[in-house]
């Protein structure tokens, strides 16, 4: 097995672990109204709180009041995680930081999976406010997403200068067409 299937064997099934975790301890922890509602848990006063929310929809609240939002959120949470292994098979081994990447973003999408499949809905618990602003409610697989897809914009700017240094005959050198120029260069 190679050294990103590994990597990412690690990144993913913690971030699932995490999550899922922080999700059990919000069911059971944090209170709730009779009619099912969250009470906030004070966290830092005025900043951060915890309160309990079952969000139909995908991070953040989106789309939450779609009908049809669970059905379709499944499908593009399983097909995310299916164009993820293509993309990691295509990756290499020096490729450290898409690897992370692609394991947080399926840890992610695979924690709010599990809640949309076993739940129908996915539990959210993480409050951040300025005042009486709120941000919309999150949980862990959240995070994970936004840090993974940052990452992956971060990797794609470095993609290139990564494959012009790379040229030792893998086949993980670059483009044809980048080769060819290399070639060139040399002749």
């Known amino acids: 097995m190679s050294r990103r299937w590994k990597l990412f064997l690690i990144v993913a099934p913690v971030t699932i672990l995490l999550d899922q975790l922080t ?5 059971h922890s944090l209170p709730t109204t009779p009619e099912g509602y969250g009470i906030p848990r004070t ?4 900043f951060w709180d915890w309160r309990l929310s079952h969000n139909p929809g ?3 609240g989106l789309f939450g009041g779609t ?3 669970r059905i379709f959120l499944t499908i593009v949470g399983i097909i995310a995680v299916v164009a993820i292994s ?3 098979r295509k990756a290499s081994d020096k490729q450290r930081r898409l690897t992370i990447a692609l394991g947080l973003v399926a840890g992610g999408a695979i924690g709010n999976l599990i809640d949309r499949i076993v739940f129908g809905v996915v539990t959210d618990f ?3 406010k300025y005042y009486n602003h709120e941000w919309p409610t999150f949980n862990v697989a959240d995070v994970a997403l936004v840090v993974g897809v940052g990452l992956l914009f971060l990797d794609i700017g470095r993609e290139p ?5 790379a040229d030792s005959g893998d086949g993980d050198g670059g483009s044809p067409g980048h080769k060819g120029k290399k070639l060139a260069k040399k002749s």
């Open 58 to 60: 995908s991070a953040f």
């Open 126 to 128: 993480v409050v951040w």
């Open 67 to 69: 009908g049809g939002a």
């Open 161 to 165: 200068k990564e494959s012009e240094g």
């Open 86 to 88: 293509l993309m990691l």
């Open 43 to 46: 966290v830092i006063n005025n």
């Open 23 to 27: 999700k059990l301890w919000a069911r």
